[in-house]
């Protein structure tokens, strides 16, 4: 399915069945999950990336060809997450920050994803997968969760954690900051009662809307929704010396607030990307924690669908393209 023009509709497309060369893997494909930077590359607000492009930075397949130089064999079960490739070779990669590479490549946006029957990527920067997560389940992982894990850590030690927007990231996020014992507050747009009841089906202590105070203060906060009056908000809600942190790509921009908000040693920070060091902690975290994760699966030609649904905010959890599925009228499903 392939992005040929900003804002345009995707298109079905027959290609040619591709060689993996040097360290590369051909892949077929067994699920790829939608991510709202999916939304971002193809309303053109990244600010990079080719066209054509095949969207989809989270993809689950098997190995069905090899090139000469890859780490992996036919037959293994990996996953492709949107740090496509990375230079290894200047300062940031070097000091182990390769998610600001400058010269990094990320998959759906630079180079073809996973919304297709075969993919080729990068085996170097292929992501093993823990054991007892289908396909569907395991594809959300790679970037809601993996992305989600990152921004967590960046939140520090929050036994009161808040998680502004409960969408992918976050209904897999709250049941990891469950496992290491924090206490999760769930903010959704004001009124949206059924994001709501969601959240405390997943694990959130509380759930209210995002404009108004929670319970107690909080000690850390992470913004999953890529609204920027959600900053203040979150400012507002976070003790003194607690952090706020924003996980998105993408943010609408964020009104003036009055420096109280941010006085008392409070921060405001951003999450970009991931390592592969941050691949590897986070699956072992998804082993250990056995993440429930909620899908909406659809077949592969019904890409388009999928990204309406989650751009009109009706998926509860993760759309996840699957090729060779049936359609079928809109339902969950979760182990
Ligand atoms: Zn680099
Ligand atoms: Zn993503």
Redesign the pocket.
């Known amino acids: 399915m392939v992005l040929r023009a900003r804002g345009a509709p995707l298109v079905l497309e027959e290609r040619p069945v591709p060689e993996p060369h040097a360290h590369q893997v051909l892949l077929r494909v067994a699920a790829c999950a939608v991510c709202r930077t999916d939304l971002h590359v193809v309303d053109g607000e990244l600010g990079r990336g080719v066209l054509p492009v095949v969207l989809g930075h989270q993809v689950v397949g098997n190995v069905a060809a090899a090139g000469p130089a890859a780490v992996l064999r036919v037959g293994d079960r990996v996953g492709v997450p949107w740090l496509a490739w990375?230079?290894?070779?200047?300062e940031?990669?070097r000091a182990g920050r390769?998610n600001l590479?400058?010269?990094?490549r990320f998959t759906g946006c630079d180079v073809d994803g996973g919304f297709a029957e075969l993919a080729l990527a990068d085996s170097r920067f292929c992501i093993r997968l823990p054991d007892g997560y289908g396909d569907a389940e395991a594809a959300p992982l790679l970037c809601g969760g993996l992305i989600g894990y990152r921004a967590l850590r960046m939140a520090g030690d929050a036994p009161r954690l808040g998680l502004y927007g409960f969408g992918s990231a976050a209904h897999m996020i709250v049941q990891v900051a469950r496992h290491r014992g924090s206490v999760v507050y769930a903010f959704t747009r004001a009124g949206d009662g059924a994001a709501q009841k969601f959240a405390l089906r997943m694990g959130a202590s509380w759930a209210g809307d995002s404009t108004g105070p929670p319970p107690e203060p909080l000690d850390a906060a992470i913004i999953f929704a890529p609204a920027g009056e959600l900053v203040p908000l979150a400012l507002g809600a976070v003790r003194p010396g607690g952090t706020v942190v924003c996980a998105g790509i993408h943010m609408s921009d964020i009104p003036s607030f009055p420096y109280s908000l941010l006085w008392e040693e409070r921060s405001i920070r951003s999450v970009a990307n991931l390592t592969r060091e941050d691949g590897v902690d986070f699956m072992r975290v998804a082993g250990e924690a056995r993440i429930e994760v909620e899908t909406e699966v659809l077949p592969l030609a019904e890409a388009d669908r999928a990204l309406d649904l989650l751009r009109t905010g009706r998926v509860r959890g993760t759309a996840v393209l699957v090729p060779g599925v049936r359609s079928r009228r809109a339902g969950t499903t979760s182990p």
């Open positions: 990375a230079c290894g070779e200047c940031l990669c390769e590479c400058a010269n990094a």
